[in-house]
């Protein structure tokens, strides 16, 4: 659709703050940032802002708010739910922070960093390494997202079981406000227990409250022991059984336990290059393990090797390999990182980022596969994820041959029977991707009316105008 277009006279303005080179009008320029990662959600747009500096996206938002033009803020465009993506038809203004990528500095004493909210994760990670620590965040995704959006929509990644999501990872935030004022929370204190904690607001908001231009985060020491392992099993319920036994034999040292099946196993090897199943047979699920020390190298091994000697000999573990190099435990874990990617080729995915109780993964993953292939009988099942905290990506691609778009166009039903289940065990529709256009609705269905009601005081509060991402997460 063509948008509904901006006066001349006031994309001008908004051009004049931040340069003509970047203020972005042209449709070729405009089309990458107007479509959301999986294709689900396409919006339009008049005009793109490139900001340089946090006093540059103030300046914006005072006008936006003055002449009450809509604002979508937008980082590394890897979003799932369409948060980042404009509305259709609409006038909405994209305000990318790709230009503000700095790190501003480092404490390996404190263990913190400052940057940018459009620094790439990965310049995150690799700034740490220079000072021998660590962040922990780790997707997929870092080579492309952005700190920003990693704090609006709260990412997890799959060592949450140890580090927590980025609200744990966070200390402090530089937030522009809907009217353009500027909060400067970069604390870096562990310990501030005075009042309102207005950091946690705009942590897991998807931009529907400011703009995140700046953070504190943590920062770790890097492990003297690193090890990963792979184990074929025989179902989820075994997964279960081996976690319990990795979690009270390495205690805090256990930082990733992934639960996978044969099928996404097999999508991996075939579509993503230098991929190859770890295992000489197949199995029907795997779990894959990481183990960090803090001691040493030899402590890392010998938990590795006692938690799969325990679990053969329990009947847990049908058969596993321990990483023998750095580049074998990178290698294993590309291929968890990869799942996702591998069932694009497949055709078409319905895809749940969801949560229960660890304990009801496995009863969760019986029920729903029922219920879908009830359904959908000759649908291929490729649910994973992190066995650790209970996120499960549970994906479903069509059916061998059948028709992409009439598969897709099941989505909402296929939705409403997975979604149900999980509701049932207690669990959450939303596990690390946020809300933004795709569960909009559904969340206002299935939360407390009080609820929905407090976060629509909220969004009142901060955006009195309603020019902040509008249509995502909440309506007011």
Same mark, same amino acid.
Request: proline residues 5%.
């Given at each position: 659709?063509?948008?509904v ?5 006031l994309m001008?303005?908004?051009a ?6 970047d203020?972005?009008?042209?449709a070729?320029d405009?089309?990458p940032?107007?479509v959301? *990662? ?13 900001p ?5 996206v103030a300046a914006?938002?005072?006008l936006?708010?003055e002449?009450?033009?809509a604002?979508?803020?937008?980082t590394?465009?890897t979003?799932l739910v ?6 259709s038809?609409?006038s909405?203004v ?6 503000m990528n700095?790190v501003r500095d480092?404490d390996?004493v404190?263990n913190? $960093?400052?940057v ?5 994760l990965?310049e995150v990670?690799?700034?740490a390494?220079k000072? +021998?620590?660590m962040?922990?965040l780790?997707?997929?995704?870092q080579?492309?997202c952005r700190?920003?959006?990693n704090?609006?929509?709260?990412a997890?990644g ?11 990872l966070?200390l402090?935030?530089?937030?522009v406000?809907?009217t353009?004022?500027?909060w ?8 501030? *227990?005075?009042?309102?904690d207005l950091?946690d607001?705009?942590?897991g908001? +998807?931009?529907?409250?400011?703009i995140? #231009?700046?953070?504190?985060l943590?920062?770790f020491?890097?492990?003297?022991g690193?090890q990963v392992a ?5 179902s989820?319920a ?10 009270t034999?390495?205690g ?7 639960l996978?099946?044969?099928?996404g196993?097999?999508f991996?090897?075939k579509?993503?290059?230098?991929v ?8 029907p699920?795997?779990a894959?393990?990481?183990?960090s020390?803090?001691d040493?190298?030899?402590t ?5 090797e #006692? ?5 053969f000999e329990?009947g847990?573990?049908?058969?596993a390999?321990i ?7 990178q ?5 968890? +990182?990869s799942?996702s990617?591998?069932q694009?080729?497949e055709?078409g ?5 969801v949560?229960?109780p660890?304990?009801h993964?496995p009863?969760f993953?019986d ?7 009830r359904?959908?009988?000759?649908a291929r ?7 650790g905290?209970?996120n499960i990506?549970? *994906?479903?691609?069509?059916p061998?041959g059948a ?6 166009a099941?989505?909402r039903?296929? *939705? ?12 959450s529709?939303?596990?690390e ?12 269905a299935?939360r407390p009316?009080?609820?929905? +009601?407090l976060?629509?005081? $909220?969004?009142t509060?901060?955006?009195?105008a309603?020019i902040m991402?509008p249509?995502?997460v909440?309506?007011?």
């Amino acid at each position: 659709m063509t948008p509904v277009s901006l006066p001349d006279a006031l994309m001008s303005r908004f051009a004049a703050i931040v340069g003509e080179k970047d203020a972005l009008r042209e449709a070729s320029d405009l089309a990458p940032h107007l479509v959301e *990662n999986r294709g689900l959600y396409h919006g339009t747009s008049p005009l793109l802002l490139r900001p340089s500096t946090t006093q540059e996206v103030a300046a914006i938002m005072k006008l936006a708010s003055e002449s009450r033009t809509a604002i979508v803020p937008q980082t590394g465009n890897t979003g799932l739910v369409g948060g980042q993506t404009p509305r259709s038809g609409a006038s909405d203004v994209i305000l990318s922070l790709d230009r503000m990528n700095r790190v501003r500095d480092i404490d390996p004493v404190a263990n913190v $960093i400052v940057v940018d909210g459009g620094c790439i994760l990965d310049e995150v990670h690799k700034a740490a390494e220079k000072v +021998e620590r660590m962040f922990p965040l780790s997707l997929g995704s870092q080579g492309s997202c952005r700190i920003g959006g990693n704090l609006a929509t709260n990412a997890g990644g799959t060592a949450v079981l140890a580090y927590g999501n980025m609200r744990q990872l966070c200390l402090g935030l530089e937030v522009v406000l809907p009217t353009g004022e500027i909060w400067d929370g970069l604390r870096r204190l562990k310990k501030d *227990n005075t009042g309102y904690d207005l950091r946690d607001l705009f942590i897991g908001s +998807e931009g529907t409250l400011g703009i995140i #231009t700046g953070a504190v985060l943590k920062l770790f020491p890097k492990p003297l022991g690193h090890q990963v392992a792979f184990a074929g099993l025989k179902s989820p319920a075994d997964a279960l059984k081996l976690f319990e036994r990795a979690s009270t034999l390495c205690g805090s040292a256990l930082t990733g336990f992934e639960l996978m099946p044969r099928i996404g196993v097999e999508f991996t090897a075939k579509h993503i290059p230098g991929v190859r199943d770890p295992l000489e047979t197949p199995h029907p699920w795997y779990a894959l393990i990481d183990i960090s020390s803090s001691d040493s190298a030899g402590t890392a091994q010998t938990m590795v090797e #006692t938690l799969l000697e325990q679990g053969f000999e329990a009947g847990i573990v049908q058969d596993a390999v321990i990483a023998s190099s750095e580049s074998q435990r990178q290698a294993l874990w590309h291929m968890r +990182e990869s799942m996702s990617d591998a069932q694009k080729p497949e055709g078409g995915s319905i895809k749940h980022d969801v949560s229960v109780p660890v304990s009801h993964v496995p009863a969760f993953m019986d029920e729903a596969e029922s219920a879908v292939l009830r359904a959908i009988p000759d649908a291929r099942i490729c649910a994973f994820g992190h066995m650790g905290d209970g996120n499960i990506h549970y *994906n479903i691609s069509q059916p061998v041959g059948a028709d992409k778009s009439a598969f897709l166009a099941r989505w909402r039903e296929i *939705n409403e029977i997975v979604h149900g289940i999980v509701l049932s065990f207690g669990g959450s529709i939303s596990a690390e991707h946020g809300i933004g256009q795709l569960k909009r609705d559904e969340l206002a269905a299935i939360r407390p009316a009080i609820e929905m +009601e407090l976060m629509r005081r $909220i969004k009142t509060a901060f955006d009195p105008a309603g020019i902040m991402n509008p249509g995502k997460v909440v309506v007011s």
